[in-house]
């Protein structure tokens, strides 16, 4: 199938190397995927205490904080060649093979992260003695996000640092 227009866009989009520093070595990368854990956690939190709390101050912070986390979303987006975000027609086959990598990776460790919060879920009622239909909601909706951006997580922690564009340019 041949690329369409929106293909070509994003393709440009998520090619496009301007903020390139920011995320050219992995240290960088890592301090990214850092920020962008912490945000989301903020956020996400925050969110949850606003629809299931009390009250909606919370919701300042989310505001707050959704431009910053839609900005690291992406230089994340752009560190990985829009490996998450483009069609497959878009991909070479390393990039297809590496998408398949990373899906199968946070796939796995959402699992784990499944497992432990059950756990920690099951361990909260029987010490607490408390219902647990008030805390199920909640928790779901964090491990929900958790779930949506741990391959965006993992490829920004796997991709490889660029050569760069000067390579071979002795002349």
């Known amino acids: 199938m041949t690329a369409t227009r929106y293909d070509r866009r994003m ?27 912490a945000l989301t956690a903020t956020g996400v939190g925050a969110w949850i205490a606003t629809v299931f709390g009390p009250g909606y101050g919370e919701l300042v912070l989310v505001v707050a904080v959704l431009l910053p986390w839609m900005v690291l979303t ?66 779901l909706v964090g491990v929900l996000a958790v779930h949506w951006m741990m391959p965006l997580w993992v490829a920004g922690l796997r991709v490889q640092d660029d050569l760069g564009d000067d390579v071979g340019d002795a002349s």
């Open 11 to 37: 393709y440009a989009v998520m090619n496009d190397r301007r903020a390139a520093a920011a995320y050219a070595t992995a240290p960088r990368r890592r301090l990214l995927v850092g920020a962008h854990i």
């Open 74 to 139: 992406g230089m994340l987006n752009g560190s990985t060649r829009g490996l998450l975000e483009l069609r497959g027609r878009m991909l070479d086959e390393r990039q297809l093979i590496e998408r398949d990598r990373v899906r199968a990776l946070a796939h796995r460790l959402t699992l784990w992260l499944l497992v432990a919060v059950a756990g920690a879920v099951g361990v909260y009622g029987v010490v607490a003695d408390a219902p647990l239909r008030a805390a199920v909601t909640p928790v």
